[in-house]
């Protein structure tokens, strides 16, 4: 059993602050020979600021970290490297114009007697170190020629020809599809076997539950525990992870979210069938009436935000059809989307939102602008007054219309956002973590909106990973799990099923279809 | 945290115009002619038309205006375009051959030239925005090929408009007055307001900042990316059409291998100094055609010192340099550092001392 072994790496009392976060406080961590530990948590937990510790990308603040006894302190991956500690990251970190062999023995190749590389044992080591993954492939080959399921064994294969005796793997099955996934499952078994230890970062839960011997949780920055597999309900390490207990009592509610009537008779906004998209989130069937409020609930890279992107068209599909006020759509795009009606603040609102560098007057005008023709430009007092009025009626927190947006806090700038949305007049808006990093006031505000909104008939869906808030503002909330839609809570239609509330969600971000 | 980055203010809390800095090289430059060549303000009256260095400056600088105009665009979407200076080239070309070689007259001839610049803004367009080569690729392309081009059309020499040809139309548009001021100017100023019309009035300023400043966010928007870079790329093909028929028309010769040679990069030049990022976004029209006339002021005052042309291009070098040391922000808050430092460290011996 690895609990009963000696730890090989043994973290005590770790801290970490960065400007204005706390990114790790006071955690403590043990890892054995031969386990795969799964190391879990929501964003800003602390899981990449522990790896990067640990691997000497970032300083310790205090603390320790024992590799064998030994305490270390790298200061840099190569220096990691060196002591025994290999990453494998999320964006593979490997050279596409290289040979596999040269990936796997860069900055070590070796040398014969003129000091020039000796190509044929160069090659000769990288086809062992594969051997032992149980990979087989032309090493010669460039990179670029195999898929990214290759690269990561390329990039494992690297880690371990250093005699690695820590391997850290972080989220590597997030773009692998299910086969690749076993195929990488299959690896890790064999290096667990040979005695490896091996962090297994990712938020797929069925993954962990598969693969791992112990879950660490870690939450805002704190360890939360650290447990057999065996021996955590997946109930209880989505409740960890989440920070909260599935609560008695459901919330109040906001507003009259039900929709029961209008359903009935209208048509959908939008209805989705089989629509899905390779990688990103599998096929999913999704209605959505007019005046409803949606949830998507899951757990981060559930697939969530890819279901808002197909909708809005940012994604394209590359199965199935979507229907908008009953019309087939062909060619999917942002620009038809919006004619439709339909808006998006999506996640990142600092990437694919806001633009930064313009004013909040303009970047409230965009969409609307944009939609007109550049010839009947909205003339600038008409501008200033659709400005001036979401600027009021979502209490936007500007010195002028004419500041720069990337002057204004994460709230005012998700207000500006909405604002160019609203002044749409959508059919359908599509938030995408309204609230998240917003303040409290600012966040209520929001939940307000949505509200408003639902009872002027438009048709909001709400993709959040606050349960809560979904619980409070949803009339039927959709759950996603890893890239699947895999229920759905419509209290409307199912009259035994019991209400809408946080603990029905966890229950069934948590649990396969039981 | 990076949502800081942009937070990130003047420490006087004023924040210079995008000219600014062009204006103050400018004024400098005018200051030190001021004291050095007294003549160079001098404008005098002949036949009712103004003439001297100061009109020289505005006249000869009409082509990089022109240049610089349809330049700041392309900037402006993150993008640039090498190619102008061959277009020049091939423009001129092309009037020039129409003129001596067919019957159409001048009217077509023009027409033609300024449909072959389109044309090669277009293909400029295409390449970047249908094909996704990079814009300094696609349009370094031209720029090389576009000589050859120039030069094939020419008939590999350069070509020679004889006088009854050129007069009474052609040669009006190089030298001509209009309002007492040679008449390139006339042209520059005119597109230089109908594009800050159009850009200002019109929705095209908005699109075009947006695509450059955060083209995901702009597609989320709506924005359809590809017609507005289609767009300015055509747009500097047609200022750049414009400069080349003001260039032919100045000299009365098409020189496929001269005419319009590195303008581009001085193009470039004004569009930077003028206050326009390279890397996209806000841009500033009126900041391009102040930062051309600096350049063509530079040029002149250097030929009344009578810097000989071939070595001129080292002064000018160092001016361009020093107008960008001025805009960078690390050596403003270098200098800043700087010199407070030393004020505090004067400060502390002062206690020191006492």
Same mark, same amino acid.
């Given at each position: 059993?690895?609990?009963?072994?000696?730890?090989?790496?043994?973290?005590?009392?770790?801290?970490k602050?960065f400007p204005?976060v706390?990114?790790?406080?006071?955690?403590?961590?043990?890892?054995?020979?031969?386990?795969?530990?799964a190391?879990?948590?929501?964003?800003?937990?602390?899981?990449?600021t522990?790896?990067?510790?640990?691997?000497?990308?970032?300083?310790?603040?205090?603390?320790?970290?024992?590799?064998?006894?030994?305490?270390?302190?790298?200061?840099?991956?190569?220096?990691?490297?060196?002591?025994?500690?290999?990453?494998?990251?999320?964006e593979?970190?490997?050279?596409?114009?290289?040979?596999?062999?040269e990936?796997?023995?860069?900055?070590?190749?070796?040398?014969?007697?003129?000091?020039?590389?000796?190509?044929?044992?160069?090659?000769?080591?990288?086809?062992?170190?594969l051997?032992?993954?149980?990979?087989e492939?032309?090493?010669?080959?460039?990179l670029?020629?195999?898929?990214?399921a290759?690269?990561?064994?390329?990039?494992?294969?690297?880690?371990?020809?250093?005699?690695? #005796?820590v391997?850290?793997?972080?989220e590597p099955?997030?773009?692998?599809?299910?086969?690749?996934?076993?195929?990488?499952?299959?690896?890790?078994?064999?290096?667990?076997?040979?005695?490896?230890?091996?962090?297994?970062v990712?938020?797929?839960?069925? /993954?962990v539950?598969?693969? *791992?011997?112990?879950?660490?949780?870690?939450?805002?920055?704190?360890?939360?525990?650290?447990?057999?597999?065996?021996?955590?309900?997946?109930?209880?390490?989505?409740?960890?992870?989440?920070?909260? #207990?599935?609560?008695?009592?459901?919330? /109040?509610?906001? !507003?009259?979210?039900?929709?029961?009537?209008?359903?009935? *008779?209208?048509?959908?906004?939008?209805?989705?069938?089989?629509?899905?998209?390779?990688?990103?989130?599998?096929?999913?069937?999704?209605?959505?009436?007019?005046?409803?409020?949606?949830?998507?609930?899951?757990?981060?890279?559930?697939?969530? *935000?890819?279901?808002?992107?197909?909708?809005?068209g940012?994604?394209?599909?590359?199965?199935g059809?979507?229907?908008?006020?009953g019309?087939?759509?062909?060619?999917?795009?942002?620009?038809?989307?919006?004619?439709a009606?339909?808006?998006?603040?999506?996640e990142?609102?600092?990437?694919?939102?806001?633009?930064? /560098?313009?004013s909040?007057?303009?970047?409230?005008?965009?969409?609307?602008?944009?939609?007109?023709?550049?010839?009947?430009?909205?003339?600038?007092?008409?501008?200033?007054e659709?400005?001036?009025?979401?600027?009021?009626?979502? $209490?936007?927190?500007?010195?002028?219309?004419?500041?720069?947006?990337g002057?204004?806090s994460? !709230?005012?700038?998700?207000?500006?956002?909405?604002?160019?949305?609203?002044?749409?007049?959508?059919?359908?808006?599509?938030?995408?973590?309204?609230?998240?990093?917003?303040?409290? $006031?600012?966040k209520?505000?929001?939940?307000?909106l949505?509200?408003?909104?639902?009872?002027a008939g438009?048709?909001?869906?709400?993709?959040?990973?606050?349960?809560?808030d979904?619980?409070?503002?949803?009339?039927?909330?959709?759950?996603l799990?890893?890239?699947?839609?895999?229920?759905?809570?419509?209290p409307?239609?199912?009259?035994e099923?019991?209400?809408?509330?946080?603990?029905a969600?966890?229950?069934?971000?948590?649990?396969?279809?039981? | 945290?990076?949502q800081?980055?942009?937070?990130?203010?003047?420490?006087?809390?004023?924040?210079?115009?995008?000219a600014?800095?062009?204006?103050?090289?400018?004024?400098?430059?005018?200051?030190?002619?001021?004291?050095?060549?007294?003549? &160079?303000?001098?404008?005098?009256v002949?036949?009712?038309?103004?003439?001297?260095?100061?009109?020289?400056?505005f006249?000869r600088?009409?082509?990089g205006v022109l240049?610089?105009?349809g330049?700041?665009?392309?900037?402006?979407?993150?993008?640039?375009?090498?190619?102008?200076?061959?277009?020049?080239?091939?423009?001129?070309?092309?009037?020039?051959?129409? =003129?001596?070689?067919?019957?159409?007259?001048?009217?077509? +001839?023009? +027409?033609?030239?300024?449909?072959?610049?389109?044309?090669?803004?277009?293909?400029?367009?295409?390449?970047?925005?249908?094909?996704r080569i990079?814009?300094?690729?696609?349009?370094?392309v031209?720029?090389?090929?576009?000589?050859?081009?120039?030069k094939?059309?020419?008939?590999?020499?350069?070509?020679?408009?004889?006088?009854?040809?050129?007069?009474?139309? =052609?040669?009006?548009l190089?030298?001509?007055?209009?309002?007492?001021?040679?008449?390139?100017i006339?042209?520059a100023?005119?597109? &230089?307001?109908?594009?800050?019309?159009?850009?200002?009035?019109?929705?095209?300023?908005?699109?075009?900042e947006?695509?450059?400043?955060?083209?995901?966010?702009?597609?989320?928007?709506?924005?359809?990316?590809t017609?507005?870079?289609?767009?300015?790329?055509?747009?500097a093909? &047609?200022? +750049?059409?414009?400069?080349?028929?003001?260039?032919?028309?100045?000299?009365?010769?098409?020189?496929?291998?001269?005419?319009?040679a590195?303008?581009?990069?001085?193009?470039?030049?004004?569009?930077?100094?003028?206050?326009?990022?390279?890397?996209?976004?806000? &841009?500033?029209?009126?900041g391009a055609?102040?930062?051309?006339?600096?350049?063509?002021?530079?040029?002149?005052?250097?030929?009344?010192?009578?810097?000989?042309?071939?070595?001129?291009?080292?002064?000018?070098?160092?001016?361009?340099l020093?107008?960008?040391?001025?805009?960078?922000?690390?050596?403003?808050?270098?200098?800043?550092?700087?010199?407070?430092?030393?004020?505090?460290?004067?400060?502390r011996?002062?206690?020191a001392?006492?």
């Amino acid at each position: 059993m690895p609990t009963l072994t000696k730890p090989i790496l043994k973290i005590h009392n770790l801290r970490k602050q960065f400007p204005g976060v706390l990114a790790l406080d006071g955690v403590d961590f043990e890892l054995t020979a031969g386990e795969v530990h799964a190391l879990m948590g929501e964003n800003g937990a602390g899981k990449s600021t522990l790896i990067k510790v640990l691997t000497g990308v970032h300083p310790r603040d205090s603390g320790r970290v024992e590799l064998d006894g030994q305490t270390i302190a790298p200061t840099s991956p190569s220096a990691a490297e060196g002591l025994g500690i290999s990453t494998v990251f999320q964006e593979v970190n490997l050279i596409p114009r290289l040979s596999v062999a040269e990936n796997i023995l860069l900055g070590r190749q070796p040398k014969n007697a003129i000091g020039a590389i000796d190509w044929k044992t160069l090659y000769q080591m990288a086809t062992q170190t594969l051997t032992r993954l149980g990979v087989e492939l032309d090493v010669r080959k460039q990179l670029a020629e195999y898929s990214i399921a290759i690269a990561q064994m390329v990039a494992i294969a690297r880690g371990i020809a250093l005699d690695a #005796k820590v391997l850290i793997l972080d989220e590597p099955t997030s773009s692998l599809d299910e086969k690749e996934v076993t195929h990488l499952f299959t690896v890790m078994e064999r290096l667990r076997n040979e005695g490896m230890a091996i962090v297994f970062v990712t938020h797929f839960l069925d /993954q962990v539950y598969r693969i *791992s011997d112990r879950i660490t949780v870690l939450r805002n920055g704190r360890l939360v525990g650290t447990w057999p597999t065996g021996e955590l309900e997946r109930l209880d390490l989505v409740e960890h992870m989440l920070g909260r #207990k599935v609560p008695q009592l459901s919330a /109040q509610r906001v !507003g009259s979210a039900a929709v029961p009537s209008s359903k009935i *008779s209208a048509k959908p906004v939008v209805k989705a069938q089989g629509l899905g998209r390779r990688g990103s989130v599998h096929p999913f069937d999704l209605e959505i009436f007019p005046g409803e409020v949606v949830g998507l609930a899951g757990l981060l890279g559930s697939g969530r *935000s890819e279901v808002g992107r197909l909708i809005f068209g940012f994604d394209s599909a590359t199965t199935g059809t979507l229907e908008v006020g009953g019309n087939q759509v062909v060619n999917w795009s942002p620009r038809k989307a919006i004619d439709a009606g339909i808006a998006w603040c999506p996640e990142d609102r600092k990437l694919d939102g806001v633009i930064p /560098q313009l004013s909040v007057r303009e970047n409230i005008v965009l969409a609307l602008q944009s939609a007109r023709s550049i010839f009947h430009p909205l003339s600038r007092a008409k501008q200033n007054e659709i400005a001036q009025r979401y600027v009021a009626q979502l $209490g936007i927190k500007t010195t002028s219309l004419e500041t720069t947006v990337g002057t204004l806090s994460g !709230g005012n700038q998700q207000k500006v956002l909405l604002a160019r949305w609203l002044a749409m007049e959508p059919k359908l808006i599509i938030l995408d973590e309204p609230t998240r990093g917003i303040d409290v $006031g600012a966040k209520a505000e929001i939940e307000n909106l949505v509200a408003e909104l639902s009872a002027a008939g438009v048709a909001v869906l709400l993709i959040s990973s606050e349960l809560e808030d979904l619980a409070r503002c949803c009339s039927r909330v959709v759950v996603l799990r890893d890239r699947r839609i895999v229920a759905a809570l419509d209290p409307s239609s199912d009259l035994e099923q019991n209400a809408l509330d946080e603990s029905a969600i966890m229950k069934l971000i948590a649990h396969h279809n039981d | 945290m990076t949502q800081d980055v942009n937070l990130k203010k003047n420490r006087l809390g004023w924040q210079p115009p995008p000219a600014f800095y062009a204006l103050l090289g400018l004024a400098a430059l005018l200051l030190v002619n001021w004291f050095c060549i007294p003549s &160079f303000f001098e404008i005098q009256v002949r036949d009712g038309n103004f003439y001297g260095s100061l009109i020289d400056v505005f006249n000869r600088g009409a082509i990089g205006v022109l240049l610089a105009i349809g330049m700041t665009l392309v900037v402006a979407t993150g993008g640039v375009d090498l190619s102008v200076g061959s277009v020049v080239a091939i423009c001129g070309a092309v009037v020039a051959i129409v =003129l001596t070689t067919t019957q159409f007259g001048i009217v077509v +001839a023009i +027409a033609a030239g300024l449909l072959a610049a389109v044309g090669a803004g277009a293909v400029n367009g295409i390449l970047i925005t249908w094909l996704r080569i990079e814009p300094i690729i696609a349009t370094l392309v031209l720029m090389v090929s576009g000589r050859g081009i120039a030069k094939y059309i020419a008939g590999e020499q350069t070509v020679a408009v004889p006088p009854e040809l050129a007069s009474p139309t =052609l040669d009006f548009l190089g030298n001509g007055h209009f309002l007492g001021l040679p008449f390139p100017i006339t042209i520059a100023a005119v597109l &230089f307001v109908v594009t800050l019309l159009v850009v200002r009035r019109t929705s095209v300023g908005l699109l075009v900042e947006s695509v450059g400043a955060n083209p995901s966010a702009s597609r989320a928007c709506g924005i359809n990316d590809t017609v507005v870079k289609l767009t300015v790329y055509v747009f500097a093909g &047609f200022c +750049a059409g414009l400069a080349g028929i003001i260039d032919l028309a100045n000299i009365g010769i098409a020189d496929p291998t001269n005419a319009g040679a590195l303008s581009e990069l001085d193009a470039i030049f004004a569009v930077l100094v003028g206050g326009t990022a390279l890397t996209g976004g806000r &841009f500033s029209l009126t900041g391009a055609v102040i930062g051309a006339l600096l350049l063509q002021t530079l040029m002149t005052t250097l030929y009344t010192w009578g810097v000989p042309s071939d070595v001129a291009p080292v002064p000018k070098a160092i001016v361009i340099l020093l107008v960008c040391l001025l805009q960078s922000p690390t050596l403003r808050s270098w200098l800043e550092r700087t010199l407070r430092g030393n004020r505090k460290m004067g400060s502390r011996q002062v206690e020191a001392s006492s």
